[in-house]
């Protein structure tokens, strides 16, 4: 398991930004081969908002194409999702996650929160 330390949540007025940053404590870069975030709203799944492997390759939900950009820098292991043109239906509680092997390693979680 590696301790994942989520900041960067808070509260934003519609079409604001924030950034989030996650940080994979004591790993090796090349040790975790995904890492992203995900985020569940209440009542509402866990789904998966965007994550970008050690070569870079990224991957995004539909949902935040063009407003959302993943990025990663690998020593120390660090993930950031950079959220533009945030809306209400945004809010949620997103969460670290840092893939290595078979192993899933999940942070505590950030909460967002979008006024309109």
């Known amino acids: 398991q590696v301790p994942l330390r989520e900041s960067g949540g808070g509260l934003v ?5 924030l950034r989030l940053s996650c940080l994979a404590s004591g790993s090796i870069w090349w040790s975790i081969n995904t890492m992203g975030w995900y985020r569940q ?9 965007a994550d970008i492997t050690r070569n870079g390759n990224t991957n995004y939900a539909d949902f935040v194409k063009g407003r959302f950009t993943v990025s990663r820098d690998n020593a120390p292991n660090t993930v950031y999702l950079q959220m533009n043109g945030l809306k209400p ?3 949620a509680v997103y969460y670290c996650n840092a893939q290595m092997g078979a192993t899933v390693n999940w942070g505590q979680g950030t909460q967002v929160t979008v006024s309109s």
């Open 41 to 49: 709203a209440p009542g509402k799944q866990r789904e998966l908002v």
């Open 89 to 91: 239906e945004d809010t």
């Open 13 to 17: 007025q519609a079409g604001g930004s």
